[in-house]
Nanobody
Framework: QVQLVESGGGLVQPGGSLTLSCVAS????????MGWYRQVPGKQRELVAT???????NYADSVKGRFTISRDNAKKTVYLQMNSLKPEDTALYYC??????WGQGTQVTVSS
């Protein structure tokens, strides 16, 4: 059973930056597609970004050019660098492994 632990969320002003981290407890980390998703109350969880085992990345249109997903296989960690944050980026951000394992989520709030 893979376990995912996210960190790095918090309160930031519009235009600011945050970096989320997700550590996975699996020896197979390097071959798993990892992703970040987000959810606001009353709405469905939505894709933010994914990164494959070959470092191929995919982003939601709403975050392209502002967010960067990356991975460190030696540390079994996936990151989400978020720049130029907007109030509409406010959400609970979830790490995902292989499409079917979720972390507990970390809150990101963008507000002045």
């Amino acid at each position: 059973q893979v376990q995912l632990v996210e960190s790095g969320g918090g309160l930031v002003q519009p235009g600011g930056s945050l970096t989320l981290s997700c550590v996975a407890s699996t020896m197979f980390f390097s071959i798993i597609t990892m992703g970040w998703y987000r959810q606001v109350p009353g709405k469905q969880r939505e894709l933010v970004a994914t990164i494959s085992s070959a470092d191929s990345t995919n982003y939601a249109d709403s975050v392209k050019g502002r967010f960067t997903i990356s991975r460190d296989n030696a540390k079994k960690t996936v990151y989400l660098q978020m720049n130029s944050l907007k109030p509409e980026d406010t959400a609970l951000y979830y790490c995902n492994a292989g499409g079917n394992t979720w972390g507990q989520g970390t809150q990101v709030t963008v507000s002045s």
